[in-house]
């Protein structure tokens, strides 16, 4: 069964970075476009970044440009989210996702906490 299970959240201070991976199995990883979403309470879940199947297009949220980076590594069919300069508005629980077949896949997801 498709399973992704994110890592790497934690509490850090404004201006830090994070890096979050999603591990990824069940499904053939380097076929499909992989996705990075947050939701911050009371807020909806909104998409941050997104990969082409291959890593040759990457497209973000316009609050995140120029601060994310998203990547993969097929051979370890993992994604990352490279986040830098973090703002407390970057505070959210962040969400790995694979639209498969038309059916959309989460992980559990994991807390990012932006706080001095």
């Known amino acids: 069964q498709v399973q992704l299970v994110e890592s790497g959240g934690g509490l850090v201070q404004p201006g830090g970075s994070l890096r979050l991976s999603c591990a990824a199995s069940?499904?053939?990883?380097?076929?499909?476009?992989m996705n990075w979403y947050r939701q911050a309470p009371g807020k909806e879940r909104e998409l941050v970044a997104v990969?082409?199947?291959?890593?040759?297009?990457?497209n973000y949220a316009d609050s995140v440009k120029g601060r994310f980076t998203i990547s993969r590594d097929n051979a370890k069919k993992t994604v990352y989210l490279q986040m830098n300069s973090l703002k407390p508005e970057d505070t959210a629980v962040y969400y790995c996702?694979?639209?498969?077949?038309?059916?959309?896949?989460w992980g559990r997801g994991t807390q990012v906490t932006v706080s001095s």
């Open positions: 996702n694979a639209r498969i077949v038309f059916t959309d896949y």
């Open positions: 069940g499904f053939t990883f380097s076929s499909k476009a």
């Open positions: 990969i082409s199947s291959g890593g040759g297009s990457r």
